[in-house]
């Protein structure tokens, strides 16, 4: 890794960047300022996002540079030369001049990585509790927040036991103190590498096409940045492995051409082209070097001016011309650098006595790797045991980087809905008690996650593309749901109304099409904006008909739709299928619609609360609140109730999604009863809470005045 501008030096550590780092940096600032922070701290003004994307981006690159920082500093505390430092693409890399001596110093400078990362989380972490206790601004806490967790993410992700990451090298120093060769270690951990980043493109291209878009392919990158880089490291050290125990003498061109510094360019490049071909010579004086010239230096300088250019003039100086003894280890030579020419000066007692090019070794290797290999001894046998637990350290940290195109229904915390309807121009009752809606969470969680909630009772698994449909606006989903939920506060509304015994008008003229299930029967049959007008000669006024009219039939009826579209009024067949849409599995054909011009007459004004409990399905926990305080008794009593369903004008409570995880929920709210639809036939109670389902909302009052 080549930094192309180098920005500052710590203890004599160069730390540079190259131009991948400022891509990643615009891609972090601008992820964070448009999707992560407006959602994670709604309300905020443009400006502060953006303030809190930048800071926030400059201190987790900062914190990877710490991370590099304590590389470098154990590194050259154990004796090993460092290149420098550089930040890139997929974070930041110290790069060293050879290796660690031995597997202790090897363990002591990659371990000191991720226990800075960690030892980061943690004091992030610090910060954010002290500063939430005394009231921090928000911004500065989520900029906390995050970074506490990112740095924590790092650190795990660093100790996967995978080359090139520092898990992989923790590996390689415990396996070249268990085999004695850190070749052969070097090799059996690179096997780990490719094979862990064989498994990230896989679940990459897996992820890509079934719709995890960018986030694929920024795995299958991942992926095969470590598998070539892990290859990178078994090939240098099977070359390593190869010229174990030859010396530099057996290799160097002895007694090579040199050059006088006195000699121009002119008469160089004479004679350099009647000296058999070679490109580069060492520069010598009495024997002693002290440069070296290659044919690309003497061919910069103009020919007007190369008879009175010296060689002396554009040669490398000694100090900067790598050199060997004849009895340097070739293996050792391998970790070097060859710059500025790609050659090595042997040099005996001072004075020059061969040449060795990169060439030369090249050829070597190739040689050396085609004959047997010497067969080393190991200190110690790697058990079985060992390798099991590296596998299943990959397989964990493979369930945790990929997501599965599922989403995870879970229990999410109720909501207590009590103070949230105001009514106007009718006498109410007060109430004493609660009255909560029991959502869930749904959320596209990694395969780890996504296993372990298939095994939880609490939890549902469903298919990402039923809660989520394909397209290129995901937030449309969550806008109908919206948009859903606040039409059934105003049917719940209605219902409740009637059941006390008022008269409620409300009318519509028809059921507008807003989107259609993929794959289902009205896919095929009907268009978004379509508006459903009657049903087999039964007129559809409202949304709510559609559920009523198909559910009365079983699946595979055929239905004559009446449809209005562009104006035109056409008939459309359309089968019936039981379908799965969002978390709920029903008979219908496949619509989501909304009541075109939707008009509630009620006898009285009915305000809610500015919230988004999410869907249809808090229908039913509203229409008895708003019942109870219509009525003339306190229905609750001092309970506390829960109650999911949807509801309709006549007053049918409809099937929900996720009941599972809202029983869960209600149970942890410690709740004295649970209404549910009908659909939950058999469930007497959850863990010791009462649960009571209904069919209508005039059965969930009976139940709650019999109890």
Known sequence: ?????????????????????????????????????????????????????????????????????????????????????????????????????????????????????????????????????????????????????????????????????????????????????????????????????????????????????????WLVFIGWFLAQAAGGEAAAAIAQRALGGRRVRDLMTADPATMAPSTTVDRFLDEASRAGGHSTYPVVDDGRLVGLVSVRMAGSVPPAERARTTVAQVMAPAEAVPTLRPDDDLARVMEQDAEPAGRFVVVDDGRVVGIVSRSDLARLVEVASLQPAPVAVPARRVGVGVWVAVAAVLVLAAGVLYRPPLAVVSPAPPIDITRDVTIRGVETTPIRGRYLAVPVSVEQRNALVTFLAFLDPDRDVVPLSAIVPPGPDPGRAARELEAQFRESQLVAAAAAARAAGYEVGVDGTGARVVQLLPGSPADRALEPGDVIVAVDGQAVRLATDLRRLFGQRPAGTMFRLDVERLG??????????????????????????????????????????????????????????????????????GRTLAATGTVDLQGTVGPVGGLAGKLASARAAAVDLVLVPRQADGVAEADGVPVRPVATLQEALQALRAA
């Open 1 to 217: 890794m080549r930094s192309d501008l180098t920005v500052a030096r710590v203890r004599g550590i160069p730390i540079g960047v190259s131009w991948s780092w400022l891509l990643i940096f615009a891609l972090i600032t601008w992820a964070l300022y448009t999707a992560f922070y407006p959602v994670a701290a709604p309300g905020l003004a443009s400006g502060t996002y953006l303030a809190m994307a930048l800071a926030t981006a400059a201190l987790f690159f900062g914190s990877v540079l710490v991370h590099e920082l304590g590389h470098a500093l154990v590194g050259v505390r154990e004796g090993v030369q460092i290149e420098g430092i550089t930040l890139w693409l997929l974070g930041g890399v110290a790069t060293f001049k050879g290796r660690a001596p031995t597997p202790g110093a090897s363990f002591r400078m990659t371990a000191v990585g991720p226990a800075i990362s960690l030892g980061l989380a943690v004091a992030f972490w610090a910060l954010w509790a002290v500063g939430d206790r005394v009231g921090l601004d928000v911004a500065v806490l989520q900029v906390l927040g995050y970074l506490a967790r990112i740095n924590g993410i790092l650190a795990a992700f660093n100790l996967v036991p995978a080359l090139p990451l520092d898990g992989g090298r923790i590996l390689h120093a415990w396996l070249w103190r268990r085999l004695g060769s850190a070749e052969e270690a070097t090799v059996q951990a690179a096997r780990v590498g490719r094979a862990f980043g064989t498994v990230l493109i896989a679940l990459g291209v897996l992820g890509f096409v079934t719709g995890a878009g960018l986030g694929g392919l």
């Open 568 to 637: 035109s009024r056409i008939e459309v067949m359309v089968r019936s299928a039981r379908l799965q849409q969002g978390l709920e599995s029903f008979t219908g054909i496949g619509v989501a619609a909304e009541t075109r011009d939707l008009a509630v007459d009620l006898p009285f004004e009915v305000a809610f609360e500015d919230r988004s409990v999410g869907g249809p399905s808090a229908g039913l926990a509203y229409a008895l609140l708003i019942a109870d305080l219509l009525g003339p008794e306190d229905l609750a009593a």
